[in-house]
């Protein structure tokens, strides 16, 4: 079946505009997660949904990233004023549950460069 | 908070030889999963190996075996029979499996595979 799908894979945008980043999770998986990878190094987390509300946002950096998962199905990633150093890759991954024995699936990422 | 270390930025190994890269964890729990990924340069994480902290017995998937030591909070992976394929970055991750602790992965900072042919 589908795997996990990330549009734009490559977005690029200039300092202080608004970016919106979409995963679309395997069908059926009611947790979603949202990572950030900077160059030469590992995912950071950013925030996980459990269907539609967002369980943990505790990752994400300051009041301007937002993330909303309306029908419990695709979410989408926001980020207002965009700043140079927003610039990495943002990988979502989504699994079947919250169980940690559940494997979380990844897609391939939107590589976002901010000018 | 769980932290994860990788201490080998690099690492390259001859086709058909034996790799072992390293990775040590912090934490106070005692219920966990550890987890090796992949990530070639196409960017997508794929899950290598996964470890269950109450088993003692190293977990194995084909050429791939960890050593996981509990005690020392060592998890290290091995790589036998290496392929080109192989070359990639690996990250080693954590996660929680205790109630009411946060579910996400903590990843290190990921060791470079080279593999020589």
């Known amino acids: 079946g589908a795997g996990v799908s990330q549009t734009p894979s490559n977005k690029v945008t200039e300092k202080g505009k608004y970016v919106e980043l979409r995963c679309d999770p395997i069908?059926?998986?009611?947790?979603l997660y949202w990572y950030r990878q900077s160059l030469g190094q590992g995912p950071e987390f950013l925030i996980y949904?459990?269907?539609?509300?967002?369980?943990?946002d505790s990752g994400l950096p300051n009041d301007r990233f937002f993330a909303v998962r309306p029908e419990g199905s695709v979410s989408t990633l926001k980020i207002q004023r965009t700043e140079r150093g927003d610039s990495a890759v943002y990988l979502c991954?989504?699994?079947?549950?919250?169980?940690?024995?559940?494997?979380?699936?990844f897609g391939p990422g939107t590589r976002l460069t901010v000018t | 908070a769980q932290t994860v270390t990788q201490s080998q930025p690099e690492m390259s190994v001859q086709e058909a030889e034996t790799v072992t890269l390293s990775c040590t964890y912090d934490?106070?729990?005692?219920?966990?999963?550890l987890f090796w990924y992949k990530q070639p340069p196409s960017r997508q994480m794929i899950l290598v190996i996964r470890?269950?902290?109450?088993?003692?017995q190293n977990a194995t998937e084909n050429r791939f075996s960890v050593n996981f030591q509990k005690a020392a909070k060592s998890f290290s992976l091995k790589i036998s029979d290496s392929q080109l394929g192989d070359a990639a970055m690996y990250f080693c991750?954590?996660?929680?499996?205790?109630?009411?602790?946060?579910?996400?992965?903590?990843f290190g900072s990921g060791t470079q595979l080279t593999v020589l042919p």
């Open positions: 991954a989504s699994s079947p549950g919250l169980e940690a024995a559940y494997e979380q699936y």
């Open positions: 069908s059926g998986h009611t947790a």
């Open positions: 949904f459990q269907g539609t509300g967002a369980a943990d």
């Open positions: 934490t106070s729990e005692s219920d966990y999963y």
């Open positions: 470890q269950e902290a109450y088993k003692q």
């Open positions: 991750a954590y996660r929680s499996h205790s109630s009411g602790s946060a579910r996400q992965l903590t």
